[in-house]
């Protein structure tokens, strides 16, 4: 069926999960819309945060869009319930932690789970923590910094290094299995984890299952346009041919430097994808 997939966030870290959707269903349509006048969500109001993704809601069906994908772990804690009572048949998947796959990997080891100060605190990410972690074997931290370096496209830095190495020192590392990425945006940052992280630490954020539950989902309403697939695309082969639109707060990017820039965070979540 004809129609977009709209995905959204608060910022660029949604393009996350865009990407990850375009190299697994390259036939689609897609409108990313990054929500550049209110970033960061995870340091706003419930309120704000709620009235934001209503009106991102509003113009993604004013889009065409066929389905939408809220790409910010935030957003889906504090709003996805309201806005799915709101506009009734129109699929909207949201994201969450890794926090269930990651107890299940963690082999009785510790789960750190790292995500921004709203979702930390959001009762959705407690109750989730709750039902999944019989042992008590999960910590959460809060990382807001990385939203802030992340919008300013500085992913790798020592300041970015310093940063981290700060924030994780209260913890002994040698205890833990797995690493959630709670944040879209802290995929950018993987390579720096990476480098900080004892070997036998894994790396699991929500992007992947977040694009099969969507596929899931297009698949049983006969929305999607081609069968559903698990093997991802070829990055090199399809990446000038995906139909996408790029929208900053409802107003459309078209301007060649921005779309450059576009095009190098792809690059970099290609091989972020990758570790």
């Known amino acids: ?29 897609f409108i990313f819309y990054a929500d550049t006048d209110h970033v960061p969500y995870g340091t706003k109001t419930r309120e704000q ?3 934001y993704v209503d ?29 799915r009572s709101r506009y009734g048949s129109l699929p909207i998947i949201g994201i969450e932690p890794a926090v269930k ?6 082999e009785g080891k510790r789960v750190l789970v790292v995500a921004t100060p709203l979702t930390v605190h959001e009762r959705k990410l407690r109750k989730l923590v709750e039902r999944v972690d019989d042992e008590h074997l999960v910590d959460l931290l809060e990382l ?15 300041r970015v290094t310093a940063y981290l190495k700060e924030q994780l020192s209260g913890y002994e590392l040698d205890q833990y299995r797995e690493l959630v990425l709670g944040c879209t945006h802290f995929n950018y940052f993987k390579d720096t984890f990476r480098a900080l992280l004892p070997a036998q630490i ?21 929305l999607l346009l081609a069968p559903v697939s698990e093997t991802s695309a070829d990055w090199e082969m399809i990446k000038n041919d995906i ?14 430097e921005r779309l450059e820039m576009i095009r190098q965070l792809h690059e970099r979540l290609e091989k972020m994808r990758k570790i």
Request: charged letters at 20%.
């Open 1 to 29: 069926m004809e129609g977009n997939i709209g995905v959204f966030d608060s910022g660029i870290g949604g393009l996350t999960l865009l990407h990850q959707a375009m190299v697994l269903m390259p036939h689609e349509k």
């Open 49 to 51: 945060v709620m009235s």
């Open 55 to 83: 009106a991102v809601i509003h113009f993604m069906v004013a889009h065409d869009c066929k389905a939408v994908v809220i790409a910010c772990n935030t957003a889906t804690a504090v709003a996805a319930e309201f806005v």
């Open 101 to 106: 796959p990651a107890v299940a990997e963690s």
């Open 144 to 158: 807001p910094g990385l939203v802030e370096f992340a919008e300013h496209r500085e992913f790798v830095s020592d």
């Open 202 to 222: 894994h790396m699991i954020d929500g992007s992947l299952g977040t694009v099969r539950q969507l596929m899931r989902v297009l698949h049983s309403r006969q």
């Open 243 to 256: 139909c996408v639109r790029y929208f900053a707060s409802g107003r459309e990017v078209v301007d060649a």
